[in-house]
T-cell receptor, first 111, second 118 residues
Framework: AQSVTQLDSQVPVFEEAPVELRCNYSSSVSVYLFWYVQYPNQGLQLLLKYLSGSTLVKGINGFEAEFNKSQTSFHLRKPSVHISDTAEYFCAVSEGDKIIFGKGTRLHILP | GAVVSQHPSWVICKSGTSVKIECRSLDFQATTMFWYRQFPKQSLMLMATSNEGSKATYEQGVEKDKFLINHASLTLSTLTVTSAHPEDSSFYIC??????????????FGPGTRLLVL
């Protein structure tokens, strides 16, 4: 079975600073990878996804992620965060017709 | 992008009553829908996979008689929490999938339904 590890449960970062949220997955086969964002009291919104092709994936709100097969990682990055980026971020991997979620990383933007 | 709606967005009910939550794909047909439960400050826990016209597949540990799922059409799935108790209070989220020949490509999530059982 697939598993997703988000090493950091919380990440504090100053406004306008860069951020990286880490995600590693376990798989020996081709997978689809996703990052979702959840704002307080809301459902999940797809930030970006990797299906195939270029390993650098650009998403909404200025986020991007890089698929690294050798390191089985799919880290999420943003060069300059804004206070509105405060949210919970979930990395996920496909398994058949299901999606397996990581435990989430809470991004705190400090003024 | 694809839009998934849920109704109601929140509900408060008395212990012992049943609550129905609707999940609709608004601008696409979803052959598969998923129901998740999320406890505060935790990740999503998959409860069941719902395919149109067939019985739902429940994850281990999820009571099928407690959480009734009906997927009557390609745009509607319902979750009924029967005889709800305070421990059923949670945030319930549905999603609808878009698949390719190689399997799942993307799930689109509803905004969630917050259930509080008194």
């Amino acid at each position: 079975a697939q598993s997703v590890t988000q090493l950091d449960s919380q990440v504090p970062v100053f406004e306008e600073a860069p951020v990286e949220l880490r995600c590693n997955y376990s798989s020996s086969v081709s997978v689809y990878l996703f990052w979702y964002v959840q704002y307080p009291n809301q459902g999940l919104q797809l930030l970006l996804k990797y299906l195939s092709g270029s390993t650098l994936v650009k998403g909404i709100n200025g986020f991007e992620a890089e698929f690294n097969k050798s390191q089985t990682s799919f880290h999420l990055r943003k060069p300059s965060v804004h206070i509105s980026d405060t949210a919970e971020y979930f990395c996920a991997v496909s398994e058949g017709d299901k999606i397996i979620f990581g435990k989430g990383t809470r991004l705190h933007i400090l003024p | 992008g694809a839009v998934v709606s849920q109704h109601p967005s929140w509900v408060i009910c008395k212990s012992g009553t049943s609550v129905k939550i609707e999940c609709r794909s608004l601008d696409f047909q979803a052959t598969t829908m998923f129901w998740y439960r999320q406890f505060p400050k935790q990740s999503l826990m998959l409860m069941a996979t719902s395919n149109e016209g067939s019985k739902a597949t429940y994850e281990q540990g999820v009571e099928k008689d407690k959480f009734l799922i009906n997927h009557a059409s390609l745009t509607l799935s319902t979750l009924t929490v029967t005889s709800a108790h305070p421990e059923d209070s949670s945030f319930y989220i549905c999603s609808a999938s878009v698949t390719s020949g190689r399997g799942l490509e993307t799930q689109y999530f509803g905004p969630g339904t917050r259930l509080l059982v008194l």
